[in-house]
């Protein structure tokens, strides 16, 4: 054989490298397919395949450590931030159910520790502190921080008042007080206590107003509609926007209190007695003022007392009245009777302008020249006021013409005293006059003595109120100050400081100027009995704000008047209806008016105004769409004023998403995110 041959047949020895089973070796790719019915041999440990490799030890480690970091710096903190909430939130119900008892020293103490308890939630909430930079997050956040910075100002509000008041607490109805008790003192032997610390209170009330100013600050930074509307079953942004709308309503009174208790000596004849003329309107008969100047008294003020001198019916003025000034057109055109034989105005209808201010200033003058003179303001005040009073001081007796209540009286569905009020002077039909001559050819027997009831019913009133005990003190005066909240009394005074002091506290009937959008919705009953003790008013405001910044408006007015007609309180209501929007704005379109008037500036504003007719059982809709003189940014402001005289008209608003929905008691400024 030859030499290769030989080397063919020899056996070299292999060496096999030695091999970790932890390593992965890769394996040849063989070229050679392999026979279906071969059987592959089971892998050896050689031969498992490579395994990717998601997380080093290291990287594990990191994100540990990550985890508890953000564990420690966030979860910790928040559950302690949630634990001192709840213990804040414990101790703030417990000072309200103590506030409910009306016991100062109680009060007091509770403040204290509520305080106590508010240092210790804003302690820990510094711990999330940091978290203000992250989006989203970070601004919740900061509106807890804002929400308790603004409690904190409220707390130090609260202990002044507390402070203040607890001298007069006893004599006011409160308990605690460190003036000792007497429980034979009646209402009016407490307010005149009360009225000599009046100059001694004002100062107080700057430090209050001060403290509550700075709160409000703070809270008109939060904007609800940021947050969610529910959280899981809990609604979250509804009851957030009616605190706020809450505080900001307590805010405004608080901090207007001031100038209305520096014109107090003025008001309550302290210096020198006042003499004031009370009207009394019928806001079931509603009139640009708050209702139709149906009688009068004067009454007579020193040092606090009260005391009526004369009362009689607004007729009997206008019988010797003789008019030069001409009648607004609506008037003459929609009343008729006594315009036909004069298109010149009576004093019974110069409430015409919605301002009280203004009418008072054309009405004063025209009535001193049938005797009305020689008063230092006037006060007016409709229905409402009464059923008020009554609701607190139960039935009353008026001699010689029965006793008075606030029960539904059926045959007119209206609290009693309503019923009489009205079926005294009306009871056998209206007033008819000649059309041609514009004479009075009938009236009913009482309609030209309406003092026979009003006079003594007012006197009754008053001396009952006067004379209660401190049990019913403090609702009476809760009575009292939502008459004036809600516009059901209104003043008008000749002192310039006294008259600034009742348009800041927003009982002056004065329609104000406001930086920002504005409305204010005024009907005047010409002749339609006295259907507006029926007719509810829905007001819906649709504001479409463009890229730009310029705004469109859309308002729809419903009116409703469910009852059936009776031929005497209630009937075919033809109404005038004058809507106030920022000076400038443009109609673009105008549906539900019988009549349109063109659009005209009064009280520096511009007015939409026109004429329709509600039926009983029937409903009037009035649409105006009209776009706005200026352009928008930022926060969305809208000021709506309430008309006096009305109940509560509800009221919604919409811009984009965000939508309000509430019954307007008061005056009510809006701020809605763009």
Known sequence: MDGMSENQNLEIPQIKPEVNINQNVAQPISTNPRPDNQVQPTPTLNQNPPQPRFFSVKSLTVAGIVILVLFLLLLLPLLYVFQKGKSFYASSQKLMGVAKTQNIPNIKTEIVNTKKSLKSFQTAVKFISWTKIIPFLGGYVKDLDRGLSAAGYGFEAAEITMATAEPYANLLGFGGGTQAEDGTKTTQE?????????????????????KVGKAKVQLDQI???????????????????????????????????????????????????????????NDKELRPTGGFMTAYSIMKVAKGKFEPVVSSDIYNLDAKYKSAIPAPEPLIKYIKGPYVLSKNIRLRDMNWSPDFAESMKLFLPEAAKVGIDGVDGVIAVDTQLLVYLLDVIGPIGVPAFGNFSTQIEPKCNCPQVIYELESFADVEGPIVWDPVSGKIVYRPPNSDNRKKIIGPLMNSILANALGQTKEKLPKLFEAGFKSLLEKHVLFYLNDNKAQTGVEAFGIAGKLKSYDGDYLHINDANLGGRKSNMYVTQDVEQDIVV?????????????????????????????????????????????????????????????????FFKLRPEGVSKVTLKYKLPFKVKGDYKLLVQKQPGTDAPLYTVKLGKQEDESFLKMDKEYRLRI
Request: charged fraction near 25%; proline fraction near 8%.
């Open 223 to 281: 904007n609800p509609n940021r947050y969610p509307v529910k959280l899981g079953k809990r609604n979250v942004r509804e009851p957030l926007k009616k605190a706020l709308d809450l505080f900001d309503q307590a805010a405004t009174f608080v901090m207007q209190s001031k100038p209305l208790l520096e014109a107090a000596p003025y008001l309550l004849g302290l210096d020198n007695s006042r003499q004031y003329l009370v009207l009394f309107q």
């Open 190 to 210: 407490r307010i005149d206590f009360f009225v000599q610390a009046i100059p001694s209170l004002v100062p107080k009330a700057g430090e209050i107003s001060d």
């Open 546 to 610: 463009a890229r730009d910044g310029s705004v469109e408006k859309t308002i729809v007015i419903t009116y409703k008047n469910p009852e059936k007609q009776d031929g005497w309180l209630n009937s075919v209501l033809p109404n005038w209806v004058r809507v106030y929007v920022p000076k400038g704005s443009q109609l673009i379109a105008a549906e539900g008016l019988e009549e349109k008037a063109e659009p005209y500036e009064d009280l520096d504003k511009t007015v939409f105004a026109g």
